[in-house]
Structure formats: C-alpha cells, structure tokens
Nanobody, 121 residues
C-alpha cells in the first residue's frame, strides 16, 4: 500500500530555518503532483506549496520568497525548505501526493501523518 512519511519538523526560533522531507513508498506506478499542506492551531488546513512532475510550483502568498518546494530526480521524495520562519508558520505540516498505485488506473490523493513545526518568538 502507498505510504507518505514526513520528517524534519521541530522547534526553531523566529528567523531560523528548517527543511522538511517526505518519502513515498509502496506499490507506486506514477506520481503526479506532490506538495505540502499545513494546519495552524485553531485554523483550517491550507495549501503551502506544490510541485508537479515538470517542476512547476505553486505557493501560498504567505510563504513566497521564504519557502522552496522541490523533488529529487526519482520523483518519489518532496522537500520543503523553510527560511526566515515566523511564529505564524507554526503548524502541523502534511505531505501529499497524487499517486497511481501500480495495480490501478486511477490517481488518488495520499496524505502523510504530519510533522509538527513550532516557531518561537
């Protein structure tokens, strides 16, 4: 079964940096878009950044210029480089992937379990 697992979360002071990683595994046939969502405390989940197989990216306005989303050459890992972190970046960050299982013709949205990022002021 397809799985996504995030890592790299933690506690950092405002102005600092963190890099999140997400690895996909299982019976993967193809991966289209991969990306990151986050859910701040007391708020709804929101899209942070996405990257397609062709390298096209999309960012929420709040992180433009500070965050960078990227994939490795195998296309099975996605990263989120976070710089100049602010307290409002504090959230649980979730990895997502639009993935076709090797035994299926259909793409499905898969989610990781989430990793906590806490930015102190």
């Amino acid at each position: 079964q397809v799985q996504l697992v995030e890592s790299g979360g933690g506690l950092v002071q405002a102005g600092g940096s963190l890099t999140l990683s997400c690895v996909s595994s299982g019976s993967i046939g193809n991966i289209h878009t991969m990306g990151w969502y986050r859910r701040p405390p007391g708020k709804q989940r929101e899209l942070v950044a996405e990257v397609t197989t062709g390298g096209r990216t999309n960012y929420v306005d709040a992180v433009k210029g500070r965050f960078t989303v990227s994939r490795d050459n195998y296309g099975n890992m996605v990263y989120l480089q976070m710089k100049s972190l602010k307290p409002e970046d504090t959230a649980v960050y979730y990895c997502t992937g639009d993935i076709r299982d090797s035994g299926s013709f259909d793409y499905r949205r898969y989610w990781g379990q989430g990793t906590q990022v806490t930015v102190s002021s």
